[in-house]
Protein backbone atom coordinates (compact mmCIF):
# COMPACT_ATOMS: atom_id res chain seq x y z
CA UNK A 1 0.00 0.00 0.00
CA UNK A 2 1.07 3.14 -1.20
CA UNK A 3 2.57 5.40 2.41
CA UNK A 4 2.42 9.17 3.57
CA UNK A 5 2.04 11.91 0.95
CA UNK A 6 2.30 9.60 -2.17
CA UNK A 7 -0.99 7.82 -1.05
CA UNK A 8 -2.90 10.60 -0.17
CA UNK A 9 -2.09 12.13 -4.27
CA UNK A 10 -3.17 8.69 -5.32
CA UNK A 11 -6.26 8.55 -3.40
CA UNK A 12 -7.30 12.08 -4.46
CA UNK A 13 -6.64 11.31 -8.82
CA UNK A 14 -8.83 8.30 -7.89
CA UNK A 15 -11.89 10.22 -6.41
CA UNK A 16 -11.49 13.04 -9.38
CA UNK A 17 -11.80 9.79 -11.26
CA UNK A 18 -14.46 8.56 -10.45
CA UNK A 19 -16.06 12.34 -10.03
CA UNK A 20 -15.78 12.33 -14.19
CA UNK A 21 -17.27 8.95 -14.68
CA UNK A 22 -14.09 7.40 -15.06
CA UNK A 23 -13.86 4.34 -12.41
CA UNK A 24 -16.30 2.84 -10.87
CA UNK A 25 -18.01 4.23 -7.26
CA UNK A 26 -16.73 1.48 -5.69
CA UNK A 27 -14.40 2.85 -2.73
CA UNK A 28 -11.55 4.29 -3.44
CA UNK A 29 -9.36 2.02 -0.94
CA UNK A 30 -10.95 -0.98 -2.18
CA UNK A 31 -9.91 0.06 -5.77
CA UNK A 32 -6.57 0.66 -4.56
CA UNK A 33 -6.20 -2.52 -2.41
CA UNK A 34 -7.10 -4.42 -5.45
CA UNK A 35 -4.76 -2.92 -7.91
CA UNK A 36 -1.86 -4.05 -4.82
CA UNK A 37 -3.09 -7.53 -5.77
CA UNK A 38 -1.47 -6.99 -9.33
CA UNK A 39 2.27 -5.30 -7.86
CA UNK A 40 2.62 -8.86 -5.52
CA UNK A 41 1.27 -11.02 -8.31
CA UNK A 42 3.74 -9.47 -10.96
CA UNK A 43 6.79 -12.31 -11.10
CA UNK A 44 10.61 -10.63 -9.66
CA UNK A 45 11.77 -11.12 -12.54
CA UNK A 46 9.84 -8.78 -14.84
CA UNK A 47 11.49 -4.70 -15.18
CA UNK A 48 8.53 -3.52 -18.10
CA UNK A 49 5.18 -4.05 -17.74
CA UNK A 50 2.17 -2.48 -20.02
CA UNK A 51 -1.20 -1.80 -18.17
CA UNK A 52 -3.84 -2.37 -21.16
CA UNK A 53 -6.52 -0.34 -21.02
CA UNK A 54 -5.70 1.69 -18.24
CA UNK A 55 -8.50 4.22 -18.13
CA UNK A 56 -8.28 5.83 -14.74
CA UNK A 57 -5.04 3.99 -14.48
CA UNK A 58 -6.18 1.13 -12.41
CA UNK A 59 -3.73 -1.20 -11.95
CA UNK A 60 -1.25 0.61 -13.54
CA UNK A 61 -0.44 3.95 -11.37
CA UNK A 62 -0.89 1.40 -8.35
CA UNK A 63 1.60 -0.70 -9.56
CA UNK A 64 3.71 1.88 -10.60
CA UNK A 65 3.92 3.53 -6.94
CA UNK A 66 4.47 -0.11 -5.03
CA UNK A 67 7.05 -1.02 -7.61
CA UNK A 68 9.57 1.70 -7.81
CA UNK A 69 11.91 -1.34 -9.67
CA UNK A 70 9.23 -1.41 -12.67
CA UNK A 71 9.15 0.61 -15.92
CA UNK A 72 5.36 0.83 -16.94
CA UNK A 73 3.53 1.76 -19.77
CA UNK A 74 -0.15 2.71 -19.66
CA UNK A 75 -2.21 2.38 -22.67
CA UNK A 76 -5.84 3.03 -23.08
CA UNK A 77 -7.40 3.98 -26.43
CA UNK A 78 -9.60 7.36 -25.14
CA UNK A 79 -7.61 10.84 -25.80
CA UNK A 80 -9.08 12.54 -22.44
CA UNK A 81 -8.18 9.36 -20.15
CA UNK A 82 -4.64 9.18 -21.40
CA UNK A 83 -4.69 13.43 -20.93
CA UNK A 84 -5.62 12.46 -17.34
CA UNK A 85 -3.35 9.66 -17.12
CA UNK A 86 -0.45 12.01 -18.17
CA UNK A 87 -1.62 14.54 -15.48
CA UNK A 88 -1.51 11.85 -12.83
CA UNK A 89 1.91 10.61 -13.68
CA UNK A 90 2.79 14.02 -12.92
CA UNK A 91 1.52 14.38 -9.83
CA UNK A 92 2.70 10.97 -8.72
CA UNK A 93 6.21 12.20 -9.68
CA UNK A 94 6.80 9.22 -11.69
CA UNK A 95 7.50 10.35 -14.79
CA UNK A 96 10.86 9.09 -15.00
CA UNK A 97 9.39 5.45 -15.35
CA UNK A 98 6.17 5.59 -16.26
CA UNK A 99 4.81 6.64 -19.67
CA UNK A 100 1.49 7.32 -21.06
CA UNK A 101 0.55 6.17 -25.14
CA UNK A 102 -2.96 6.58 -26.16
CA UNK A 103 -3.55 4.01 -28.75
CA UNK A 104 -5.80 0.74 -29.36
CA UNK A 105 -4.76 -2.31 -28.43
CA UNK A 106 -5.30 -3.89 -31.62
CA UNK A 107 -3.10 -1.73 -33.56
CA UNK A 108 -0.57 -2.32 -31.05
CA UNK A 109 -0.37 -5.76 -31.02
CA UNK A 110 -0.08 -5.48 -35.24
CA UNK A 111 2.95 -2.82 -34.99
CA UNK A 112 6.56 -4.92 -34.80
CA UNK A 113 8.06 -2.39 -32.30
CA UNK A 114 5.31 -3.55 -29.68
CA UNK A 115 4.98 -7.01 -30.14
CA UNK A 116 6.94 -8.82 -27.43
CA UNK A 117 8.85 -5.89 -26.31
CA UNK A 118 7.31 -6.44 -22.75
CA UNK A 119 8.35 -8.93 -19.63
CA UNK A 120 4.21 -8.65 -18.70
CA UNK A 121 0.78 -7.14 -19.59
CA UNK A 122 -1.71 -6.77 -16.73
CA UNK A 123 -5.36 -5.57 -17.74
CA UNK A 124 -8.39 -4.86 -15.36
CA UNK A 125 -11.28 -5.19 -17.73
CA UNK A 126 -10.05 -5.00 -21.12
CA UNK A 127 -12.58 -7.25 -23.11
CA UNK A 128 -13.17 -11.02 -23.11
CA UNK A 129 -11.39 -13.21 -21.78
CA UNK A 130 -9.94 -14.76 -25.19
CA UNK A 131 -9.10 -11.66 -26.86
CA UNK A 132 -7.69 -9.95 -23.56
CA UNK A 133 -5.40 -12.91 -23.74
CA UNK A 134 -4.96 -13.07 -27.07
CA UNK A 135 -3.73 -9.24 -27.02
CA UNK A 136 -1.52 -9.55 -23.85
CA UNK A 137 -0.07 -12.27 -25.00
CA UNK A 138 1.49 -10.64 -28.37
CA UNK A 139 3.13 -8.21 -26.17
CA UNK A 140 4.55 -10.38 -23.73
CA UNK A 141 7.87 -12.05 -24.60
CA UNK A 142 9.11 -15.50 -23.57
CA UNK A 143 9.11 -15.86 -20.01
CA UNK A 144 7.29 -13.09 -19.29
CA UNK A 145 3.50 -12.60 -17.73
CA UNK A 146 0.05 -11.89 -18.41
CA UNK A 147 -2.27 -10.54 -15.49
CA UNK A 148 -6.39 -10.34 -15.69
CA UNK A 149 -8.53 -9.33 -13.15
CA UNK A 150 -10.08 -12.18 -11.92
CA UNK A 151 -14.29 -12.15 -10.89
CA UNK A 152 -15.23 -12.33 -7.41
CA UNK A 153 -14.41 -15.90 -5.66
CA UNK A 154 -16.54 -19.01 -6.91
CA UNK A 155 -17.03 -17.46 -10.08
CA UNK A 156 -16.82 -20.38 -12.74
CA UNK A 157 -13.70 -20.49 -14.55
CA UNK A 158 -13.77 -18.21 -17.43
CA UNK A 159 -10.53 -19.70 -19.21
CA UNK A 160 -10.77 -22.64 -21.56
CA UNK A 161 -7.23 -24.55 -21.36
CA UNK A 162 -7.41 -25.43 -25.08
CA UNK A 163 -7.14 -21.59 -25.69
CA UNK A 164 -5.26 -20.61 -22.85
CA UNK A 165 -2.43 -23.48 -24.38
CA UNK A 166 -2.64 -22.20 -28.10
CA UNK A 167 -1.56 -18.82 -26.86
CA UNK A 168 1.54 -20.29 -25.53
CA UNK A 169 0.40 -19.74 -22.07
CA UNK A 170 0.78 -21.91 -19.13
CA UNK A 171 -1.78 -21.09 -16.36
CA UNK A 172 -3.96 -19.39 -14.72
CA UNK A 173 -2.02 -19.16 -11.05
CA UNK A 174 -4.77 -16.89 -8.93
CA UNK A 175 -2.76 -14.62 -7.12
CA UNK A 176 -5.89 -13.17 -4.88
CA UNK A 177 -7.61 -11.54 -7.39
CA UNK A 178 -5.79 -11.92 -10.07
CA UNK A 179 -5.04 -14.81 -12.84
CA UNK A 180 -1.22 -14.92 -13.42
CA UNK A 181 -0.67 -16.84 -16.96
CA UNK A 182 2.96 -17.45 -17.92
CA UNK A 183 4.11 -17.45 -21.71
CA UNK A 184 6.19 -20.35 -22.60
CA UNK A 185 6.50 -19.61 -25.89
CA UNK A 186 8.43 -17.33 -28.53
CA UNK A 187 6.71 -14.13 -30.24
CA UNK A 188 5.56 -15.84 -33.67
CA UNK A 189 4.65 -18.90 -31.51
CA UNK A 190 1.11 -20.53 -31.43
CA UNK A 191 -1.55 -18.35 -32.19
CA UNK A 192 -0.91 -14.69 -30.54
CA UNK A 193 -2.12 -11.24 -32.35
CA UNK A 194 -4.50 -13.44 -34.84
Known amino acids: ?16 AQRVGALSARP ?3 VI ?20 GSGAGVPGLVVAVLRPDLRCTLVD ?16 EVGDRVTVTCADVA ?31 ALVGAGGAVLVSEPPAGTPDRWDPVQVRAFGLR ?22 AS
Open 1 to 16: MPVGGTQRVLERLLRE
Open 28 to 30: VED
Open 33 to 52: AHAAQFATALPDRVREVVDL
Open 77 to 92: RRASRTDALVRAVRAL
Open 107 to 137: DLVRDPAWVGRFDAAMSRGLGPPVQTLRWSR
Open 171 to 192: GPDRIGGVAVFHVEHPAGGPAT
